[in-house]
C-alpha cells in the first residue's frame, strides 16, 4: 500500500525506500540535454517493475538523500549521485542536464556543446552545476574523470564487503567547503590551523593555482569567530526573534508540522506614510527570512506571515525578493505568492536536522518542555575559550575546567584527544573537575595556580 520498500542499512531504523526513488529521473531543478547515445531505445521502468528489481532479502546499492530526522529513520534512493566541483555524476541514470539556476540562454548553450561532446560511459549521465557557468571545457573533462574514479572505487568495494556496510561518505569539511562555497565571488577564506590552510591550499590548487592566494592563515590573538563577528551570528541563530535593520523584527517557531516565521513593525514606526513602512518592513524581513533558513538549516513546510499589505503591487515586489533571495540557497526551495491573507508559503529541501535539532537535547530541567546545549556543542564552546585564554595568556600554563558531570563524560571520551592537542599546542596542562550543581550549559576556567576566574 506504502509502494515502498524498508532497507536494513545498518541503523537502529531501516531507510524508507519509496518506489519513485527506485526509477532513474532527472531532479525538476535541471534541464535535460539529449545526447548521441540518448537515441538508442530505452525501456522505460515503472513502479510496477520495482518489487521484480529489488526482491526481498537481495543487496541493494542505495545513498543517503535524508538523515534520521526526530524518530523517523533515513530516507534512501537508488539513484546514486556523485558530487563532483563542477559536475554530478549519475552512474545509474543515463540522463543528463544543465542546472536551470544558469539563465543565460548563450551560456547555457555553450554548456549544452560541452556535455554532448564529453566522453561519458554508456548508462552513465551527468549533471552541470551551477558553479560551471563561465567555467573551460578542460575543467569538466578533469572533473568527469576524478568522479569516474570514485565510482570504480565505489563499485570494488560493494563487490568486496558483505552488506550492511558504507561504501562511499561525503568528504569532510574542508572538503566541502572548497567544492562547494569556494566561488570566484569569494575575495578570501581565513581559517586559524596551519594544517587546514595548507590542506585548503591544495585542494584548491587542483582547480586554479592562482585561487591558493585566496586562502590565508589567520594568526592573531583575537579569536577568529570573535573577529569576523561569527560568534555572534551562532548565537543569534538560536533565537526565536532576530531584530531588521529598520527596527521591525521576526520571530521564528519550529514545530513538527512546519515552521512558522512571523513579521513585526517592532521599533520601525517609519514616516506617516505607513504603507510605506510597512513595506519596508516586509522587504527586510523577506531578505533576513532567506538568509535564517540557511543558517538555521530549517527545511519542511514554512509559513511566513508578513504585514498585512493592500496594494497589489507591493505583495509581489515582497514576493519577488524573496524569490531573488532564495537563488542564493544551495538547497532546493519552492515559494508561492502571498496570499490574501498576509502568508507566504514555500518549502525547503530537508535532507538533515535543522541547527536547533542537530545541536540541542530536550532539557532535563523542564522535562522537554525547553532545550540546552548538547555536551557535544558545550565542549567546542570550552575548546573555543581555552584556545581564546592561552592565546591571550602565554604565561599561564595549569588550567582547571569546572563543568557539568555529562559535559565531563564528552571531554573525556570521544574530545579526549583535542584536549591534548591544545595541551601540546600552548605547553600547558588541564585539569578537570565537576560540580553536580552546575548547569549544562555552565563551565568555568581558573588559574589552578591562584584560582582566579580566567575568561578570553
Request: hydrophobic share 35%; net charge positive.
Amino acid at each position: 500500500g506504502l509502494k515502498a520498500m524498508f532497507v536494513d542499512i545498518g541503523f537502529e531504523k531501516n531507510a524508507f525506500l519509496h518506489f519513485w526513488d527506485a526509477l532513474p529521473g532527472l531532479d525538476s531543478g535541471v534541464e535535460e540535454v539529449n545526447r548521441a547515445s540518448d537515441r538508442k531505445h530505452r525501456k522505460k521502468i515503472t513502479a510496477k517493475d520495482v518489487p521484480d528489481i529489488y526482491p526481498v532479502g537481495s543487496d541493494v546499492m542505495v545513498q543517503v538523500t535524508k538523515g534520521p530526522i526526530s524518530n523517523k529513520g533515513p530516507r534512501i534512493t537508488t539513484n546514486i549521485s556523485l558530487a563532483g566541483r563542477y559536475l554530478v555524476l549519475m552512474p545509474h541514470n543515463d540522463q543528463s542536464g544543465i542546472s536551470r539556476k544558469i539563465e543565460d540562454p548563450k551560456e547555457r548553450e555553450r554548456l549544452r556543446q560541452i556535455l554532448q561532446k564529453l566522453d561519458i560511459p554508456e548508462g552513465m549521465g551527468v549533471i552541470i552545476r551551477t558553479i560551471g557557468e563561465g567555467q573551460r571545457a578542460r575543467y569538466f573533462v578533469r572533473d568527469l574523470s576524478l568522479l569516474l574514479e570514485q565510482w570504480r572505487q565505489i563499485e570494488a568495494t560493494f563487490k568486496s564487503r558483505p552488506a550492511p556496510a558504507v561504501l562511499f561518505q561525503e568528504p569532510d569539511l574542508i572538503d566541502r567547503t572548497v567544492r562547494d562555497f569556494l566561488t570566484d565571488e569569494i575575495d578570501a577564506v581565513y581559517c586559524d590551523d596551519e594544517i587546514a590552510v595548507q590542506r585548503m591550499q591544495d585542494l584548491v590548487g587542483q582547480i586554479s593555482s592562482r585561487s591558493k592566494r585566496r586562502v590565508l592563515y589567520y594568526n592573531d590573538s583575537n579569536p577568529i569567530f570573535e573577529r569576523f563577528g561569527v560568534q555572534k551570528q551562532i548565537d543569534d541563530a538560536f533565537h526565536r526573534q532576530v531584530w531588521l535593520k529598520c527596527g521591525g523584527y521576526i520571530v521564528i517557531d519550529e514545530t513538527e508540522a512546519m515552521i512558522a516565521i512571523d513579521v513585526n513593525t517592532g521599533r520601525n514606526k517609519g514616516t506617516k506614510d505607513v504603507e510605506r513602512t510597512i513595506l519596508q518592513t516586509n522587504l527586510e524581513a523577506a531578505d533576513e527570512i532567506s538568509r535564517q533558513l540557511r543558517l538555521r538549516n530549517i527545511g519542511g513546510l514554512i509559513i511566513g506571515d508578513f504585514i498585512d499589505m493592500k496594494n497589489r503591487k507591493d505583495q509581489q515586489m515582497v514576493y519577488n525578493r524573496m524569490k531573488e533571495r532564495l537563488k542564493r540557497d544551495k538547497a532546493k526551495t519552492h515559494v508561492l505568492p502571498i496570499s490574501p491573507l498576509g502568508l507566504m508559503e514555500m518549502t525547503r529541501q530537508r535532507a538533515q536536522e535543522s541547527l536547533t535539532g542537530s545541536m540541542f537535547v530536550v532539557c532535563p530541567y523542564c522535562n522537554g518542555r525547553a532545550v540546552v546545549k548538547s555536551p557535544m556543542t558545550m565542549s567546542v564552546e570550552i575548546q573555543r575559550t581555552l584556545h581564546a585564554v592561552l592565546r591571550k595568556k602565554p604565561d599561564i600554563h595549569d588550567v582547571r575546567v569546572i563543568v557539568n558531570p555529562e559535559v565531563l563524560n564528552r571531554l573525556k571520551t570521544e574530545d579526549e584527544e583535542l584536549l591534548v592537542d591544545i595541551e601540546r599546542k600552548y605547553s600547558g596542562r588541564l585539569t578537570f573537575r565537576t560540580d553536580p550543581t552546575f548547569h549544562h550549559e555552565k563551565f568555568v576556567l581558573l588559574d589552578a595556580q591562584t584560582n582566579q576566574e580566567l575568561k578570553p
